[in-house]
């Protein structure tokens, strides 16, 4: 079966605004490790979904065509790095909406879930927030937290808690080394990440 792991968008992928978000392409920067991250999953046949709430579009303050836009340019550019990206789910909606999909609800989860059919329990969740951590142990899945404080976190989260790591590529080591298949891949191919 293929292999997928889901990410939240701001404070994994790109540095989050904080107090606001990202509207245009000028502030979606990059974290250190997240390029080399996703490239390094790619290169074990695990494929990325990204899960990210994004209520500035119900909020008038940024147009669904622009957020397309900052779509477009952030996979290209985890493509060309070696990246792979097979979808992005986004909730537009405000927390008054009352939405199913909005994180700390498993909606966008279960959404991925039904169009590429992985299995929950064997499907990894990486966030930077508790409430990434919730909605993955509302669909059942594992989580893992990209935070500096790490202790911290780890006292005050969910059993569906499974690591915290300072970086995406540290997370995508962990779950290469967790993932079945990695044994033969290793021995195939050498990892030239060491
Ligand atoms: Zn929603």
């Not at 992928?13 to 997240?34: C, K, S």
């Not at 695990?46 to 008038?60: F, M, P, Y």
């Not at 609800?105 to 279960?110: A, D, E, H, Q, V």
Request: negative net charge; glycine residues 10%.
């Amino acid at each position: 079966m293929e292999r997928f792991v889901l990410v939240d968008r701001d404070g994994v992928i790109n540095r989050r605004i904080v107090g606001g978000y990202v509207t245009a392409w000028e502030d979606f920067q990059f974290l250190p490790g997240v390029l080399d991250g996703l490239a390094l999953l790619a290169h074990h046949h695990i494929q990325t979904l990204v899960i990210s709430n994004q209520a500035c579009i119900g909020k008038g303050m940024l147009a669904p065509a622009a957020l397309e836009n900052i779509t477009r340019l952030f996979v290209r550019q985890i493509e060309d790095y070696g990246g792979s990206i097979g979808g992005v789910y986004y909730c537009p909606h405000r927390p008054e909406d009352a939405c199913e999909c909005r994180k700390p609800k498993p909606g966008l989860i279960l959404q991925a879930q039904r169009e590429f059919g992985f299995s929950l329990t064997e499907t990894y969740v990486v966030g930077d927030s508790l409430t990434d951590v919730a909605a993955a142990e509302a669909a059942g899945c594992p989580a893992l937290l990209i935070a500096e404080d790490g202790a911290a976190l780890r006292m005050a989260a969910s059993p569906a808690l499974a690591g915290v790591f300072p970086n995406l590529i540290e997370a995508a080591r962990f779950i290469i080394a967790r993932s079945p298949s990695s044994i033969s891949d290793t021995a195939s191919s050498p990892d030239p990440h060491g």
